[in-house]
């Protein structure tokens, strides 16, 4: 009886033993992996990118992500090609535009899909525009060229067959150059739409009615980055989805988030804003670029000059990581 009870001890302390190296061992802190992604610029629209830093989504999959600003969609690609950012969230055709200059990326995910503009008017005498045509006569402020905005508004105007009248102006300063009558039309985002409404401005169109399916904002990567690093890829990819569900289940306490991020937004605004781009489905429901989101905005780009050739979706867009996501 002696041996026997001396084995169950032995077990039991074993197994206690055991159970608290164990407990030991799941305290010790996770070592996560540091990834810093360049974004073009700290927006309101980035919500996914930031929802995904927020909830604790990069670190659940094991990532220590540093997001730093470029100030611009060409800037932010340029951070990948000097080694500065693993990855970069901005217009995803400049993977294409440094393609032709010998420097091409892949994309790898969608941040953002459907053209996220509406022009924005206040003049009372200024109605709905209904085809580009309407815009005759009227001049438009967007963000300065090669940006998306400048690059469809442009388009929007060749499709009239009249002279583009665009106003480049500053980021940030579009609202004010309508108030000053400096321009007609502001080509805006969200939250300002929304702020401009409340303010008296009215809606004259989107441009989400002529571009319903566009790859406007994406995440990219060098080719060799993907490459070498495809387990890390997965896990970016994989927060951002979890982001983009968030996004769509919660929608007032993103609203939430963002006003603590972006202080100078009211709540009312916030809440609009965001119901707004989920309706027009700037926020997508999964990370997934489409071909034909992808070869819209390439048009765009070939349009304007901005591109010499075509560029295929099968040499610059990597579609497994969004459709490996858990």
């Known amino acids: 009886m002696n041996r026997v009870t001396l084995s169950i001890v032995g077990v039991l302390v074993l197994a206690v033993v055991g159970f608290f190296a164990y407990q030991q061992q799941?305290?010790?802190?996770?070592?996560?992996?540091?990834?810093?992604?360049?974004?073009?610029?700290?927006?309101?629209?980035?919500?996914?990118?930031?929802?995904?830093?927020?909830?604790?989504?990069f670190k659940d999959e094991g990532l220590d992500v540093n997001i730093t600003t470029a100030g611009g969609d060409e800037k932010a690609?340029?951070?990948?090609?000097?080694?500065?950012?693993?990855?970069?969230?901005?217009?995803?055709?400049?993977v294409a535009v440094s393609g032709e200059k010998g420097q091409p990326g892949k994309v790898v995910a969608a941040v953002l899909r459907g053209v996220p503009f509406w022009g924005v008017a206040k003049k009372p005498s200024i109605g709905t525009i209904s085809t580009p045509s309407g815009l005759n006569g009227y001049s438009v402020a967007t963000f300065p060229s090669p940006s998306t905005a400048y690059v469809l508004q442009k388009k929007m105007f060749q499709a009239a067959n009249i002279k583009s009248n665009i106003k480049e102006t500053a980021f940030g300063s579009l609202l004010v150059a309508l108030d000053?009558?400096?321009?007609?039309?502001?080509?805006?985002?969200?939250?300002?739409?929304?702020?401009?409404?409340?303010?008296g401005d009215h809606v004259v169109y989107s441009l989400n009615d002529y571009y319903p399916e566009f790859a406007i904002t994406g995440m990219t990567a060098l080719p060799s980055y993907?490459?070498?690093?495809?387990e890390i890829t997965q896990k970016a990819v994989n927060a951002l989805q979890k982001a983009m569900t968030y996004?769509?289940?919660?929608?007032?306490?993103?609203?939430?988030?963002?006003?603590?991020?972006?202080?100078?937004?009211?709540?009312?605004?916030a809440k609009n804003a965001v119901q707004n781009m989920i309706k027009a489905g700037v926020f997508p429901s999964d990370?997934?670029?489409?071909?034909?989101?992808?070869?819209?905005?390439?048009?765009?780009?070939?349009?304007?000059g901005d591109l010499k050739k075509p560029a295929s979706y099968e040499n610059y867009v990597i579609t497994k990581f969004s459709e490996q996501t858990k």
């Open 26 to 57: 799941s305290k010790q802190p996770q070592t996560l992996q540091k990834v810093t992604i360049a974004q073009a610029f700290e927006v309101f629209l980035y919500a996914p990118l930031y929802v995904a830093q927020e909830k604790g989504f």
């Open 247 to 269: 996004i769509r289940q919660h929608p007032n306490e993103v609203a939430d988030f963002l006003i603590t991020k972006f202080p100078d937004v009211p709540k009312d605004i």
């Open 287 to 304: 990370t997934v670029i489409t071909k034909a989101g992808w070869d819209t905005a390439i048009q765009a780009r070939l349009d304007v």
């Open 77 to 94: 690609f340029a951070a990948l090609l000097s080694g500065d950012a693993q990855f970069a969230v901005g217009d995803p055709t400049f």
């Open 180 to 199: 000053t009558g400096a321009v007609d039309i502001a080509l805006e985002l969200e939250p300002n739409v929304s702020t401009a409404v409340k303010n």
């Open 226 to 230: 993907v490459e070498q690093n495809p």
